[in-house]
T-cell receptor
Framework: GAVVSQHPSWVICKSGTSVKIECRSL??????MFWYRQFPKQSLMLMAT?????????EQGVEKDKFLINHASLTLSTLTVTSAHPEDSSFYIC??????????????FGPGTRLTVL | AQSVSQHNHHVILSEAASLELGCNYS??????LFWYVQYPGQHLQLLLK??????LVKGIKGFEAEFIKSKFSFNLRKPSVQWSDTAEYFC????????????FGTGTRLQVFP
């Protein structure tokens, strides 16, 4: 149980184009999903918290107009990188929060999406 | 601000050696604690978690971790490592007052040689 998928697993795009990444919780409902970036040989950096039915909450320094998040259902969140530039090239990872009981929130992670902007 | 420290950045062991990876956090309140593992080319997987109760937590693949509240630590252990344990290990913490914010350590790269 607690499986999270991401699509696509990798994408190459030209500078200036937009890219959409999907994150799905396959066997549980997630009112909250999270989007992270992982730089080579570094830890995960939280970008934003995606809440079903409401606006995402962005971490300080993350441009909300560049990284559009939509949490359309209890099993799907999307991250759209708008007008992508080479500096946006990175490994994007989503997670979905499973809450089986109060105070027992556990995040399960997707396999990540490697974005390369040429 | 909350932070998580993993002091061992790179650990190299031979098979059958014992493993202990350190994790310390800075937050005085009640926390939930996690260890995740990222095998080469794969995604983050949950190894084990601590919410409350017995401070010695057993996870998958023979791993365990001990929560020592007085030391703000949650060290990961395995009595005998295998080559297949080669991976990146991340400690993560969230405070009960804000379980949305999962704070990760910088990770420890473990290499196990046959």
């Amino acid at each position: 149980g607690a499986v999270v998928s991401q699509h696509p697993s990798w994408v190459i795009c030209k500078s200036g184009t937009s890219v959409k990444i999907e994150c799905r919780s396959l066997d549980f409902q997630a009112t909250t999903m999270f989007w992270y970036r992982q730089f080579p040989k570094q830890s995960l950096m939280l970008m934003a918290t995606s809440n079903e039915g409401s606006k995402a909450t962005y971490e300080q320094g993350v441009e909300k107009d560049k990284f559009l998040i939509n949490h359309a259902s209890l099993t799907l969140s999307t991250l759209t990188v708008t007008s992508a530039h080479p500096e946006d090239s990175s490994f994007y990872i989503c997670s979905a929060r499973q809450r089986l009981a109060p105070s027992t929130d556990t995040q399960y992670f997707g396999p990540g999406t490697r974005l390369t902007v040429l | 601000a909350q932070s998580v420290s993993q002091h061992n950045h790179h650990v190299i062991l031979s098979e059958a050696a014992s493993l202990e990876l350190g994790c310390n956090y800075s937050y005085g309140g009640t926390v939930n604690l996690f260890w995740y593992v990222q095998y080469p080319g794969q995604h983050l997987q949950l190894l084990l978690k601590y919410f409350s109760g017995d401070p010695l937590v057993k996870g998958i693949k023979g791993f365990e971790a001990e929560f020592i509240k007085s030391k703000f630590s949650f060290n990961l252990r395995k009595p005998s490592v295998q080559w297949s344990d080669t991976a990146e290990y991340f400690c993560a913490v969230n405070a009960l007052y804000n379980t949305d914010k999962l704070i990760f350590g910088t990770g420890t790269r473990l290499q196990v040689f046959p």
